[in-house]
């Protein structure tokens, strides 16, 4: 008999009936604000061709994908091939010898690819607004809201520059997480444009990436570390203490657009994303959360415009819990141009964490059985059955003890499966056609005629 210990891969988790239907709810909640926003849903493969996503997310994001190998990579014939795949692979390269397909980093890019592929069809729908809930895979360390295999929640809009894009999907932030419970979040906001301008003073265009790449750590190792990785990535102490006075920029949303400007004004680029954000706060609900940071890089490539990330409750100790922006040369990665695009993510189990911690779940999230059947013989067990599935018909969740227990345990095992009501059927009730029904919360006893039980429950 094999003695292995059974186990799961790092970073991922079974997932018991309580967290499915916790997770439920904020699905529910999500999926409904989207419709009332006119998003329709989508889904796309766990896995797509690894030419779909090598490239796309810069390259700390592509060292994260997760490699499908190919089949028959023991066959003899192949195995010289196999043997020189490996190598290359060692070497950090891809080889279509060992694979060709990958499991989804994010659900940005195979909508773009799926917007790519349906371009002609979609193209009388735009804006084709689509909203997508699914897992996807990172090779990443585990660690507290950080896992391997994850759940994402998109919401984006193709086929439009309009900036009411963005403030629609502010709106649709806010009014998610006010409505589950998360009020004293922050959206923080930023525009790529301004971080294009910040590297065009330091020196042109080519420096974005590096610029960007190493602020996006800016939370995680600090402004001495972003100030060496810049150093590591080739610029000059005078940009330096540029970018480091550009990332100090501190007070309220004005306030940091008057130094923002004070700094970067005359730069055509710096100008239009200090616009663009400003619409975004004009446009966005009053009440929503916004707060301008020149920090906020998101660090995949793709973005070109408004940027967005939502912090949690500041009680709690987490990473982002949502994020996307504008990306409006996304689809030419697949020679399809012109399509704009705006987008949002919601990360699904650090959202989950969070309201967990708070303790804002419903505590009737767990309660699905509404009546549990004792068990008080074999004839009435046949009997009770009957009775228990007629309630079925009539939608009231019921079960039924198959086994003899003690009276004792069959109230115990309704308390431990958060059952409100225990239906009693013994010899007696059989013979004169009713039960006893028991309030398991308040103690409460009730005669109910048989031919009243549908009724007795659908009034609780």
């Known amino acids: 008999m094999n003695s292995n210990k059974p186990s799961l891969p790092q970073g991922t988790r079974d997932f018991n009936a309580t967290i499915i239907r916790r997770r439920n709810y904020i699905f529910s909640i999500l999926k409904n604000i989207f419709e009332v926003y006119g998003f329709q849903p989508l889904e796309t493969p766990a896995m797509e061709n690894l030419e779909t996503l090598m490239g796309k997310y810069g390259e700390e994001g592509d060292r994260l994908i997760f490699k499908v190998l190919n089949n028959g990579l023991n066959n003899e014939k192949n ?20 694979t060709e397909r990958a499991m989804k980093y994010d659900l940005t890019i195979p909508f773009a690819r799926y917007v790519a592929m349906n371009q002609h069809e979609l193209k009388q729908q735009f804006p084709f607004k689509r909203y997508q809930l699914q897992p996807v895979w990172r090779a990443d360390r585990p660690q507290k809201g950080r896992y391997r295999e994850f759940t994402q929640c998109d919401a984006d809009v193709v086929g439009t520059t309009s900036l009411f894009c963005e403030a629609e999907l502010a709106n649709i932030y806010h009014l998610s997480f006010t409505e589950l419970g998360i009020v004293n979040y922050e959206l923080r906001i930023n525009n790529r444009k301004i971080l294009a301008a910040l590297a065009e003073v330091c020196g042109g265009k080519d420096k974005l990436v590096d610029i960007t790449t190493a602020i996006d750590k800016l939370d995680k190792i600090g402004i001495e570390k972003v100030k060496e990785e810049l150093v590591i990535r080739g610029l000059q102490q005078k940009q ?8 100090t920029i501190t007070g309220s949303n004005q306030e940091k657009i008057v130094a923002l400007n004070e700094m970067l004004g005359n730069n055509k680029l710096a100008a239009e994303g200090m616009k663009e954000l400003a619409f975004v706060q004009n446009h966005a609900l009053p009440e929503t959360n916004l707060v301008f940071d020149f920090t906020l890089a998101r660090g995949l490539n793709y973005y070109t415009g408004v940027i967005f990330e939502v912090k949690p409750p500041a009680e709690v100790t987490m990473g982002s819990i949502g994020g996307g922006g504008r990306y409006d040369d996304l689809t030419s990665l697949f020679g399809v141009d012109d399509i704009p695009g705006v987008g949002i993510s919601f990360g699904i189990d650090r959202i989950y964490d969070v309201i967990e911690e708070l303790k804002l779940f419903p505590e009737d999230l767990g309660v699905s059985t509404t009546a549990l059947f004792f068990y008080m013989g ?42 409100p009501y225990a239906v009693i059927i013994g010899e007696k009730e059989i013979e004169q056609n009713y039960c006893q029904v028991k309030n398991l919360a308040t103690g409460e006893q009730h005669v109910v005629e048989l031919e009243n039980l549908v009724e007795f429950f659908e009034k609780k």
């Open 79 to 98: 195995i010289d091939k196999t043997k020189a795949g490996f190598e290359k692979l060692l070497e950090g390269k891809s080889t279509a010898d060992i």
């Open 378 to 419: 074999e004839k009435e067990i046949e009997f009770a059955f009957g009775v228990m599935q007629n309630l079925r018909n009539h939608g009231i969740a019921c079960e039924i003890i198959l086994d003899e227990m003690k009276i004792a345990k069959q109230f115990a095992l309704a308390e431990k499966k958060k059952i």
């Open 240 to 247: 330096i203490d540029l970018i480091e006075k550009f990332l």
